[in-house]
């Protein structure tokens, strides 16, 4: 069974910084997108960085600048590293995977930006 498992969330205050992981179990080899998601209470689900196999990124309007994602040269982890956090950043923050026709989801880890 394919496991995606988040780290790094928590609490930090305004203008902080944070770093989330993601562990991949999955092998992947051809065309992929990695990214990462969030949702905030009352909000639908967002996308806020994707890299792609062809090693191209795109972010969020709202976080450029900011935020970069990144990921190992196995392809087996994602990386988000958030700069300069704003309390609208509050929410979950989802690993996806889309390989192989699939979408993969992490858990969900819990950033919460808040003095």
């Known amino acids: 069974q394919v496991q995606l498992v988040e780290s790094g969330g928590g609490l930090v205050q305004p203008g902080g910084s944070l770093r989330l992981s993601c562990a991949s179990s999955?092998?992947?080899?051809?065309?992929?997108?990695m990214g990462w998601y969030r949702q905030a209470p009352g909000k639908q689900r967002e996308l806020v960085a994707v890299?792609?196999?062809?090693?191209?990124?795109n972010y969020a309007d709202s976080v450029k600048g900011r935020f970069t994602i990144s990921i190992d040269n196995a392809k087996t982890a994602v990386y988000l590293r958030m700069n300069s956090l704003k309390p609208e950043d509050t929410a979950v923050y989802y690993c996806?995977?889309?390989?192989?026709?699939?979408?993969?989801w992490g858990q969900g880890t819990q950033v919460t930006v808040s003095s």
């Open positions: 996806n995977i889309d390989f192989a026709t699939t979408d993969y």
């Open positions: 999955l092998t992947i080899v051809g065309s992929y997108s």
């Open positions: 890299i792609t196999s062809g090693g191209s990124t």
